[in-house]
């Protein structure tokens, strides 16, 4: 099996959300696909095969954590797109059949792709009781994401707040489906960015991940109904650390960003 390990939402090697990406001419059984996610030890692997002509999708797409499967990642889906492109596997737009329904990945001319995602649902839910103390800050509100994100976004004070946290992750798991969205408006948009956020995983294996893109899903329309505008750019804070713009599209989210090939080989095993 090839096996190439890619970093989503940057352009620059070492940073963003390294991926395992592999190309088969079928799926193995699920034990098989797990114990290679264990052994890559990565965020997500995604494995990926194509699919007959003339369907509604090109290729299948799966996504394991070291620890399970997960119904959808944004980065890992840019990852294999980018594969695809950087390696003539397929050209142009692709549509990747998943337990998400399709979702489509476009190359643009400046060298990005652009993911179609459908927007996760938010709905307003009272701050859980401890949450505050497994999270080290006090959320302003609380919104569910519904099941295909399946997590939960608090909304901070401020950036600071953010970048400053410094959770207990075993007592964060009790809390969601998945995870815990932590975010704040930006404080100075004119860097570049118009909101940060950081999201821990450890219910899948993840304590924190470097760049979420299907967290985007639910921060796209979360923000934009707050700054009032469809197009924003996201800063995920966490050490690597990496930027996704979005386009909220009523009940699709577009979000862009770039992905680097940094190691090819083979696994024998």
């Known amino acids: 099996m090839p096996l190439r390990i890619v970093d989503a939402f940057t352009d ?7 991926a395992g990406v592999l190309l088969l001419d079928a799926f193995p059984d699920d034990e098989r696909l797990q114990q290679v996610a264990l052994e890559v030890n990565h965020a997500e692997t995604a494995f990926a095969h194509p699919l007959p002509g003339g369907g509604g999708a090109d290729w299948a ?17 840019l990852a294999t797109a980018h594969v695809l492109h950087s390696t ?17 990945a476009t190359p643009e001319a400046d060298g990005s792709i652009t993911l179609d995602f459908p927007t996760a649902p938010l709905t307003p839910v009272e701050v859980p009781s401890g949450v505050a103390e497994a999270l080290g800050a006090e959320p302003l509100v609380a919104f569910d994401t519904g099941p295909n994100v399946g997590d ?10 953010v970048r400053a946290l410094a959770p207990d992750h075993r007592a964060l798991a009790a809390y969601s489906e998945r995870g815990v969205i932590a975010t704040a408006r930006a404080e100075n948009p004119a860097t570049g960015y118009d909101f940060v956020s950081r999201c821990f995983f450890p219910r899948i ?30 800063l995920q804070a966490s050490p690597r650390s990496g930027r996704v713009r979005t ?23």
């Not at 797409?61 to 889906?77: I, K, N, Q, Y």
Request: proline share 7%.
């Open 152 to 161: 939960l976004v608090l909304e901070l004070a401020d950036e600071k707040t």
């Open 247 to 269: 386009r909220l599209r009523g009940d699709r989210t577009l979000l862009n960003g770039r992905a680097v090939t940094v190691i090819e080989g083979e696994l024998l095993a």
């Open 88 to 104: 003539g596997a397929h050209e142009g737009p692709v549509r990747f059949a998943t337990r998400s329904g399709v979702l489509g």
């Open 61 to 77: 797409l799966r996504w394991f954590t070291p620890a399970t499967e997960v119904d959808m990642c944004g980065h890992a889906t």
């Open 205 to 234: 294996g993840i304590d924190e991940d470097p760049v979420t893109g299907s967290a985007h899903t639910a921060l796209a329309p979360f923000w934009s109904e707050r700054l009032g505008r469809p197009d924003l750019t996201g």
């Open 12 to 18: 620059r090697p070492f940073t963003g959300n390294p």
